[in-house]
């Protein structure tokens, strides 16, 4: 099983759409999470944290469930702009590196 | 404010060649310094990690080394670029002990000819 699994995409959306990411992680003992945006030729930027109580960035909502080593990103009303590589993180290994997915590409289209 | 600084931002190499990519951290002390490497269409790999000056941690054997000559500086290395080398290039630092994510560079794109 691979350390950090996405969705494999791409995702083709209307504008105004709600679109979901979900993402796995195998290590149970990983201790942070994130979600970063990759736009196309660019580095990694971080989009949010992601904590167990779930939280809130405007139209973005990152949630994570332990018990079932799940992390998921919701966004509403979707922009052009939110057209991007969503990449999952995770902060495991053996020295508590940060570990990515594959990364899911988001296409908004008007 | 923290900013760090990658270069060259493109770089066309022969095989065969050596390589030198530089990386430094402005507003920080003692930052985890990183290198990864994106081929196309994959995803990050984490390729070295530094913890401090001269401390360097190799995470996948590879063609490649690293050095970590000064507190806010990380270069990656090669004596002779392979094809398979070609990738996006890109460093990061990250507070030491610290649970928040990494700030990356802007990259350098690597292709080898």
């Known amino acids: 099983r691979k350390e950090v699994e996405q969705d494999p995409g791409p995702f083709n959306v209307p504008e105004g759409a709600t679109v979901a990411f979900n993402c796995t992680y195998s290590n149970s003992a990983s201790q942070s999470f994130f979600w970063y945006r990759q736009d196309c030729r660019k580095e990694p930027k971080l989009l949010m944290s992601v904590y167990s109580s779930g939280n809130e960035d405007g139209r973005f909502t990152a949630q994570l469930n332990r018990a079932s080593q799940y992390i998921s990103l919701l966004i509403r009303d979707s922009k052009l702009s939110d057209s991007a590589t969503y990449l999952c993180?995770?902060?495991?290994?053996?020295?508590?590196?940060?570990?990515f997915g594959k990364g899911t590409k988001l296409s908004v289209k008007p | 404010s923290q900013t760090i600084h990658q270069w060259p931002a493109t770089l066309v190499q022969p095989v065969g060649s050596p390589l030198s990519l530089e990386c430094t951290v402005e507003?920080?002390?003692?930052?985890?310094l990183y290198w990864y490497r994106q081929a196309a269409g994959r995803g990050l790999q984490l390729l070295f990690y530094s913890v401090g000056i001269g401390q360097i941690s190799s995470e996948v054997p590879q063609n490649l080394s690293a050095s970590r000559p000064q507190d806010r500086q990380f270069i990656l290395s090669s004596k002779k670029l392979l094809l398979s080398d070609s990738g996006f290039y890109l460093c990061?630092?990250?507070?030491?002990?610290?649970?928040?994510?990494?700030?990356f560079g802007s990259g350098t794109r690597l292709t080898v000819v």
């Open positions: 993180v995770v902060r495991g290994g053996s020295q508590g590196n940060l570990i």
């Open positions: 990061a630092w990250g507070r030491t002990g610290g649970f928040e994510g990494y700030t």
């Open positions: 507003g920080t002390s003692n930052p985890n």
